[in-house]
């Protein structure tokens, strides 16, 4: 393994990729979305609860590579108890720094910013950005399933 593989597959990628948290279908939600990326064969069910604009609690459930399920659990613990605006935000800088490697935050991005490598692998960004798309669109009112089929690197 090179030394950018290395980096991209650090310990907290693998690691949340075996054991992602916040796994599993919840009781109760507001919001639900499937979200599939067909070049990898990624598939996740997001589930949202969202009261006055403010992500109260999230769970993800589905399956996939190390990646898509890292993002997802990364994710999922980044936006609890975030308001709607800031998750927004949030995708904005997170969709610059998988496609880019950079953002604008990466500073204060925390463990998030451990997903940085995955930006010089470019047919491995969309298995990073799915969980990220599937958020905004149920954020956006959109409950149909994502498919990271038609987003450009
Ligand atoms: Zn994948």
């Known amino acids: 393994m090179n030394d950018e593989l290395r980096d991209l597959y650090q310990e907290v990628i693998v690691e949340h990729g075996r054991h992602p948290r916040n ?6 939600y507001s919001h639900r979305i499937e979200g599939y990326n067909p070049l990898c064969g990624d598939q996740l069910i997001l589930y949202m609860n969202i009261e006055n604009d403010t992500i109260r609690d999230l769970k993800f459930d589905g399956r996939g590579c190390a990646i898509s399920m890292a993002s997802a659990s990364l994710m999922t613990e ?76």
């Open 78 to 153: 980044a936006l609890k108890g975030k308001p709607r605006d800031q998750a927004l935000a949030l995708f904005d800088d997170m969709h610059a720094l998988l496609t880019t490697g950079a953002s604008r935050q990466t500073a204060d991005l925390g463990k998030l910013a451990t997903l940085s490598g995955v930006s010089d692998f470019p047919s491995r960004i969309k298995c990073a950005t799915l969980a990220w798309h599937a958020m905004k669109s149920a954020l956006t009112g959109n409950q149909q399933l994502v498919t990271t089929e038609t987003d450009a690197p």
């Open 23 to 28: 796994f599993g279908r919840p009781d109760s």
